[in-house]
Nanobody, 115 residues
């Protein structure tokens, strides 16, 4: 059973930066497609970024150019670097690992951007 633990969330002012991390329990980040999602209060969870097993990255339009997803295979960790943060980026950020039928989620980390 894979476990994912997010960390690094917090309170930041608009225009600031924050990096959230996702630590995986197994040696999976180079095998699975690793994704980041977020859920704001009263809204559905939305996909924001993925780094595939092949190292390709994809982003939702609203974060493209501001957020960067990366991974460290040796540390079994995936990162989401968030720059130029906006109040509308406030949400719980979740890590996801997906491979074939396997689909795992972390519990999330809160990111709050003040105006």
């Amino acid at each position: 059973q894979v476990q994912l633990v997010e960390s690094g969330g917090g309170l930041v002012q608009a225009g600031g930066s924050l990096r959230v991390s996702c630590q995986a329990s197994g040696n999976i980040v180079s095998i699975y497609d690793m994704g980041w999602y977020r859920q704001a209060p009263g809204k559905q969870r939305e996909w924001i970024a993925t780094i595939t097993s092949g190292g390709n990255t994809n982003y939702v339009a609203s974060v493209k150019g501001r957020f960067t997803v990366s991974r460290d295979n040796a540390k079994n960790t995936v990162y989401l670097q968030m720059n130029s943060l906006k109040p509308e980026d406030t949400a719980v950020y979740f890590c996801n690992a997906r491979w074939e039928w396997r689909d795992y989620w972390g519990r999330g980390t809160q990111v709050t951007v003040s105006s």
